[in-house]
């Protein structure tokens, strides 16, 4: 007998009633239920390629990517598929098993779906899970992912409604919600969490744990990102959450969506290893994995390996490659396609997709 129920009628007072547990109590809870669905040893691993960078129209107030903000980033076009399968067949030789690709949108025009159908089509051939960030969708676009095979769609729904409009106007809450309902009609996985840290109050983030948890299906993914404060952006000079809190946020998260993978995203290059070790304690099972998040850093691959290692971790299905054998793998396979292309052509391993 399962010692939970998988609920989608949370309150918010009975969120912030979890929220409000001594640590001790908070953690025992959310790791028992870890334990009874997950192996609580195993960590899934995923890597997020930026495949078109930067000049991005919405004012996310927390996106250095963002064409409002100057925050010294270079815009790039979108990637060409070569470089892509370069990355993502690095990715998988050190033990990925998800291929996450992102492109800085408000959200993809008609006339780059083929070409994003066949980087999906492409990638899905490594045997890798296959996942994209591109902005909102409509049910058609959708559609089209899902015929390509297209695994799982990120679209995060960042904070609670209430606070939602402090940090994004260019975009409505109900915006966001109804990409989510075209990608679960159209039969993808739905990834979607939110970021902490933006100066939101703990409610907002009781508040963003109950929408997600109160969809018709939870989220398959629930990527919890730390703000990465980025110079140029608004919410640069904003004070550090406490780093207890958002423990409490994975634990409460874990809880909630108890067969979710929930996700260490953004942040991780800032957070102590005990920090970590306290996550996956209180229910986190997944990671982005490389030196980059689409912009911002991320720990070395083998500082990650070196942590796993330490706690008895394990990455889920994954061969346990050296990856300081796969960061020169990477590098030097990124550096022959690039060399080789331009030889060729004469031009970047770049798409000319014109913003």
Not at 267 to 285: I, P, T, V, W
């Amino acid at each position: 007998m399962s010692s939970f129920t998988v609920r989608h009628d949370w309150s918010r007072s009975e969120i912030e009633a979890l929220f409000a547990l001594p640590m001790n109590d908070l953690l025992f809870r959310a790791h028992s239920i870890h334990r009874e669905v997950f192996d609580p040893n195993e960590v899934q691993v995923s890597r997020l390629l930026s495949i078109k960078t930067g000049a991005c129209p919405e004012d996310c107030k927390y996106c250095p990517q963002s064409a409002r903000y100057d925050t010294g980033l270079e815009k790039e076009r979108l990637l060409e598929i070569e470089k892509v399968l370069t990355e993502a067949k690095a990715a998988r030789d050190a033990g990925a098993t998800r291929f996450c690709m992102g492109a800085a949108w408000r959200n993809p025009h008609e006339r780059d779906m083929p070409y994003l159908t066949d980087m999906v089509k492409e990638v899905k051939a490594l045997g890798l899970e296959t996942c994209m960030t591109l902005g909102m969708l409509s049910a058609h676009q959708a559609s089209q992912l899902a015929e390509a095979g297209l695994d799982y769609y990120n679209h995060n729904l960042d904070t609670s409604p209430e606070y939602y409009g402090d940090i994004i106007t260019t975009r409505t809450y109900q915006d966001r919600l109804d990409t989510l309902s075209n990608v679960r009609a159209a039969g993808m996985k739905v990834c979607s969490g939110g970021i902490v840290g933006m100066g939101e109050q703990a409610t907002d983030r009781a508040g963003l744990l109950q929408q997600l948890a109160n969809l018709e299906q939870h989220p398959d993914s629930v990527p919890i990102n730390m703000l990465v404060k980025v110079a140029g952006t608004p919410l640069d000079n904003l004070e550090d959450l406490d780093p207890l809190e958002f423990i409490r946020t994975i634990a409460v998260a874990r809880i909630l969506m108890p067969l979710s993978r929930v996700r260490l995203s953004a942040g991780r290059e800032k957070m102590s290893d005990e920090l970590q070790a306290m996550c996956f304690f209180a229910g986190a099972n997944s990671i982005f994995y490389g030196c980059k998040l689409l912009t911002t850093a991320n720990p070395e691959e083998s500082d990650d390996m070196s942590l796993f290692r330490r706690l008895g971790l394990k990455p889920e299905q994954g061969k346990a490659a050296m990856v300081e054998e796969d960061a020169a793998v990477l590098a030097k396979a990124s550096r022959g396609a690039a060399d080789k292309q331009e030889k060729d052509t004469g031009q970047a391993l770049f798409y000319d997709a014109t913003r």
